[in-house]
């Protein structure tokens, strides 16, 4: 077992990553902070090859990509193509269309994924599916996520289990990083805090309410790689200070 790295989920900050200059601006100030490694994901039409530059100029790590799932079924080669450049062999989607989320869905998604997985792992890649919320609906017992990895093994499909969207489906974070052991290379890590007014919020890492000390001991017993910092909403805050503040909690926390 190892601690897992600290990346930053650039989601965070996809109002920052819409030009070619603002992602080499914006990767600056990601490692600036002190991340090594980095998800891409919300990028405006940017060339991979300039991509791949500034990754290499601010020394970072491509830990994961989130592509749409249709560009997997209609553009395999150039996703390949484009991860090749990047160095990057945890590819991911952040979910599927709601048709899928059935049980005959995962039936379908299988037989679609089983001829790309297998491809993907001739190119030393993996594929990783996201969750939120909703793949915790029950149907007969079980939620349609036990039965997502229940059905699909892991030779075909890992696990990137989000902190935030398992509490919000009413789960627990540590119990499912637990049952994903060794199917898991990439962990979703954001916190949860409430408002005087019962919202439920994002947070950033230790500002909210998730058991971090149960959450992270399970993903360092499961062998994670990268816990992947992201925050959907900062509201009032700047999002590069949200990736700081999570990244300064998660290193006292003693992830790498």
Sequence with gaps: MSKPVAGAQLYTVREFCKTMPDVAASLKKVADIGYTAIQISGFGPVDPKDVAKAVNDNGLTVASTHTGWNRFLEDLDGVIAEHRLLACVHLAIGGLPRDYHTPDGIGRFGDELAPIAERLGKEGMDFSYHNHNHELVRFGGKTWLDMLYEQIGPELLKAEID?????????DPAAWIRKCAGRMPLLHVKDMAISPEREQRFAEIGEGNLNWPAILEAAEQAD???????????????????LAISYRNL???GVR
């Design 163 to 171: 902190t935030y969207w398992i509490q919000a489906g009413g789960a």
């Design 224 to 242: 994670v790689e990268f816990c992947l910092v992201e925050q959907d909403r900062c509201y009032e805050r700047d999002p590069f200070e949200s």
């Design 251 to 253: 290193r006292a926390m």
